[in-house]
Nanobody
Framework: QVQLVESGGGLVQAGDSLRLSCATSGRTFVGAGMGWFRQAPGKERQFIATISWVGGTTSYADSVKGRFTIARDTAKNTVYLQMNSLKPEDTAVYYC????????????????WGQGTQVTVSS
């Protein structure tokens, strides 16, 4: 069984940067891709970025394109989300997800989820 553990969230000022990590464990399942999603109070969980384990192909939501970067370290079985130029609108719980798809943007394509890490951006 795959376990995903997010870390790196916190309280920052607008314009600051933050790097989130998603550490994976378990060797009974290896997904083809990973993704980051976020959910603000009263809103649906939304796609942020995705990356394939093989090849490292990436895709981003328009709202974060140019500011956020997703990356993976295959040796460490870890995925990162580098967030720059943070805005108050980025405030949400950020979730890491694993999928059988190499790239995915739909929450229903996620096979496993982490428990989330809170990111709060003050103005």
């Amino acid at each position: 069984q795959v376990q995903l553990v997010e870390s790196g969230g916190g309280l920052v000022q607008a314009g600051d940067s933050l790097r989130l990590s998603c550490a994976t464990s378990g060797r009974t399942f290896v997904g083809a891709g990973m993704g980051w999603f976020r959910q603000a109070p009263g809103k649906e969980r939304q796609f942020i970025a995705t990356i394939s384990w093989v090849g490292g192909t990436t895709s981003y939501a328009d709202s974060v394109k140019g500011r956020f970067t997703i990356a993976r370290d295959t040796a460490k079985n870890t995925v990162y989300l580098q967030m720059n130029s943070l805005k108050p609108e980025d405030t949400a719980v950020y979730y890491c997800a694993a999928s059988y798809r190499p790239l995915f943007s739909n929450t229903r394509d996620a096979a496993f989820w982490g428990q989330g890490t809170q990111v709060t951006v003050s103005s």
